[in-house]
């Protein structure tokens, strides 16, 4: 059993930056597919990045793709993902997931078996 508890979201300006980590616990953490999602009001749930247990691969959606960056510490239990230059359409609860074994279909929240509460993320015109 893994636990996740998303921090670090708030209220932030457009062309602003912004730090979600996301704190795990459990034995088997070091091994997991780690993920971010968002999801915004009436609208369905969407993959954001995803980085492997081991950290050498990492994907993310063509939205973010050169604003936002995921990375893990693995030392510290923990997933982050570091946004930059927010845009209002990024507003959306964030969410970190884990999954065991594989990194296979990681744009899929189905493929997850863990989730966080999210942390809602509000970016300003």
């Known amino acids: 059993q893994v636990q996740l508890i998303e921090s670090g979201g708030g209220l932030v300006q457009a062309g602003g930056s912004l730090r979600l980590s996301c704190a795990a616990s459990?034995?088997?953490?070091?091994?997991?597919?780690m993920g971010w999602f968002r999801q915004a009001p009436g609208k369905e749930r969407e993959f954001v990045a995803a980085i492997s247990w081991n950290g050498a691969l990492t994907y993310s959606a063509d939205s973010v793709k050169g604003r936002f960056t995921i990375s893990r510490d693995d030392a510290e239990s923990s997933v982050y993902l570091q946004m930059n230059s927010l845009k209002p359409e990024d507003t959306a609860v964030y969410y970190c997931a884990g999954m065991r074994h594989s990194i296979a279909n990681y744009d899929l929240p189905r493929q997850y078996d863990y989730w966080g509460q999210g942390t809602q993320v509000t970016v300003s015109s």
């Open positions: 459990g034995r088997t953490f070091s091994a997991y597919t």
